[in-house]
């Protein structure tokens, strides 16, 4: 029912930034917390950053705390993820994923069975 289309991974140097996008379709009169997982070859995906609908509230893992920033434009059905300061560590397939809870204030935390809806994902390379 919702459509999640991540975009803007690419390949960057250690120390350098990246911007990625999901743009969400198909649902219009839902609320949903948002977030980015990742995954590396052979690991399990991993949370990244979550964000509520409301309110700005935020939640990070703290491998990316201080240089990720999470965020959205809810008129624009997009989140965002803000990636400074890139480590090769952050080399993974990037998934953005959506949460439906109709208390907007809610942010979504680690479990990826949390999330109702996923998107196919967008490559980040980090070269060392």
């Known amino acids: 029912q919702v459509q999640l289309v991540e975009s803007g991974g690419g390949l960057v140097q250690a120390g350098g930034s990246l911007r990625l996008s999901c743009a969400a379709s198909g649902r219009r009169f839902s609320s949903y917390g948002m977030g980015w997982f990742r995954q590396a070859p052979g690991k399990e995906r991993e949370f990244v950053a979550a964000?509520?609908?409301?309110?700005?509230?935020?939640y990070y893992a703290d491998s990316v705390k201080g240089r990720f920033t999470i965020s959205r434009d809810n008129a624009k059905n997009t989140v965002y993820l803000q990636m400074n300061s890139l480590e090769p560590e952050d080399t993974a397939v990037y998934y953005c994923?959506?949460?439906?809870?109709?208390?907007?204030?809610?942010?979504?935390?680690?479990?990826?069975?949390?999330?109702?809806?996923w998107g196919q994902g967008t490559q980040v390379t980090v070269s060392s």
């Open positions: 964000i509520s609908w409301n309110n700005g509230r935020t």
């Open positions: 994923a959506a949460e439906v809870h109709y208390n907007t204030d809610y942010v979504p935390r680690p479990p990826a069975d949390e999330y109702d809806y």
